[in-house]
């Protein structure tokens, strides 16, 4: 069983950049695909970025695409979040999330494993 640990959130302003990082341990990491999702203040969990097992494959919400950026470091047992031109409406707690079917699936109930969530604020 994986165990999942974010990091990098913090407060940015608009226009700016983040880097979030996820730890995996207690599992083979390359044995799942990774998924990032945020949350706001009264809205649902909605998903943010997918990565295949070996990282060959992404997919991205059509809010986040040509902003955000998912990658993975198998050697590290880290799935990365690039974050660049960061809007308010980016605000929310970001989760990292293992999977260890290896197809796209943006639902949260599909992921088993998760991260106990990093803060990210985007001021205006």
């Known amino acids: 069983q994986v165990q999942l640990v974010e990091s990098g959130g913090g407060l940015v302003q608009a226009g700016g950049s983040l880097r979030l990082s996820c730890a995996a341990s207690?599992?083979?990491?390359?044995?799942?695909?990774m998924g990032w999702f945020r949350q706001a203040p009264g809205k649902e969990r909605e998903f943010v970025a997918w990565l295949s097992r070996y990282g060959g494959i992404t997919y991205y919400s059509d809010s986040v695409k040509g902003r955000f950026a998912i990658s993975r470091d198998n050697a590290k047992n880290t799935v990365y979040l690039q974050m660049t031109s960061l809007k308010p409406e980016d605000t929310a707690v970001y989760y990292c999330?293992?999977?260890?079917?290896?197809?796209?699936?943006?639902?949260?109930?599909?992921?088993?494993?998760w991260g106990q969530g990093t803060q990210v604020t985007v001021s205006s």
């Open positions: 999330a293992a999977n260890p079917d290896d197809y796209y699936v943006h639902s949260p109930t599909a992921y088993p494993y």
């Open positions: 207690g599992g083979t990491f390359s044995q799942y695909a």
